[in-house]
């Protein structure tokens, strides 16, 4: 069993940086992909980003590239968002999800993620 809590969310204006972090139990937790997720009021979860649990893979999503960038702490079992250059189409509930058995690659797809934690709420005015 993984439990992953995610932290640093806010409220911040349009052009500034938020971290995001994602901490978990479980010792296997840096074996396993890792993706962020976000969800904006009324609409259906997004990917944002994912990392493989290797660390060498990652995928991020069109809307994000050149501005988010993902990243491991093994040292603190921890999984790392850093956002720049925030928009208001940024803002929404970011969720930190788990893939066990996926040490090679960095899922996509909500469905191929086992674990999940309760979110962090980004706000970013314009």
């Known amino acids: 069993q993984v439990l992953l809590v995610e932290s640093g969310g806010g409220l911040v204006q349009a052009g500034d940086s938020l971290r995001l972090s994602c901490a978990a139990s479980?010792?296997?937790?840096?074996?396993?992909?890792t993706g962020w997720f976000r969800q904006a009021p009324g609409k259906e979860r997004e990917f944002v980003v994912a990392?493989?649990?290797?660390?060498?893979?990652?995928n991020y999503a069109d809307s994000v590239k050149e501005r988010f960038t993902i990243s491991r702490d093994r040292a603190k079992n921890t999984v790392l968002l850093q956002m720049n250059s925030l928009k208001p189409e940024d803002t929404a509930v970011y969720y930190c999800?788990?893939?066990?058995?996926?040490?090679?690659?960095?899922?996509?797809?909500?469905?191929?993620?086992?674990?999940w934690g309760q979110g962090t709420q980004v706000t970013v005015s314009s």
């Open positions: 990392i493989s649990g290797s660390g060498i893979t990652k």
């Open positions: 479980g010792r296997t937790f840096m074996n396993y992909a």
């Open positions: 999800a788990a893939a066990a058995q996926r040490y090679n690659t960095a899922p996509q797809s909500l469905d191929q993620y086992d674990y």
